[in-house]
Nanobody, 123 residues
Framework: VQLQASGGGLVQAGGYLRLSCAASGRTFSSYDMGWFRQAPGKEREFVAA????????YYADSVEGRFTISRDNGKNMVYLHVSSLKSEDTAVYYCAANSRGLSLTRVYGYEYWGRGTQVTVSS
């Protein structure tokens, strides 16, 4: 599966963005999907994940209550609604696909990655 993230940009603290990830392929619903982010000089970290059915959602503690992950299997899309943005949310955001049933919160659990989209939060 090929993934393409978009929707990043420059936003003021407290603002909102909707990140989108478009996936190729006919079996999109069989993939659990995740969002990760990587700030300069830091390791890539888990942000949010959603099961293929869309029934189960997972969030990092740092974004719980501010970010919402969703998916539209009919459109092969996964979204990350990011609100109440803080300067520490500045990072490149990546979407990833997981078909092997491995950890949803660890980088190693995902076998497909898209190019990231930059989110910059100004204070």
């Amino acid at each position: 599966v090929q993934l393409q993230a978009s929707g990043g940009g420059l936003v003021q603290a407290g603002g909102y963005l909707r990140l989108s990830c478009a996936a190729s392929g006919r079996t999109f619903s069989s993939y659990d999907m995740g969002w990760f982010r990587q700030a300069p000089g830091k390791e890539r970290e888990f942000v949010a994940a959603i099961r293929g059915s869309g029934d189960d959602l997972y969030y990092a503690d740092s974004v719980e209550g501010r970010f919402t992950i969703s998916r539209d299997n009919g459109k092969n899309m996964v979204y990350l609604h990011v609100s109440s943005l803080k300067s520490e949310d500045t990072a490149v955001y990546y979407c990833a696909a997981n078909s092997r049933g491995l950890s949803l919160t660890r980088v190693y659990g995902y076998e497909y990655w898209g190019r990231g989209t930059q989110v910059t939060v100004s204070s």
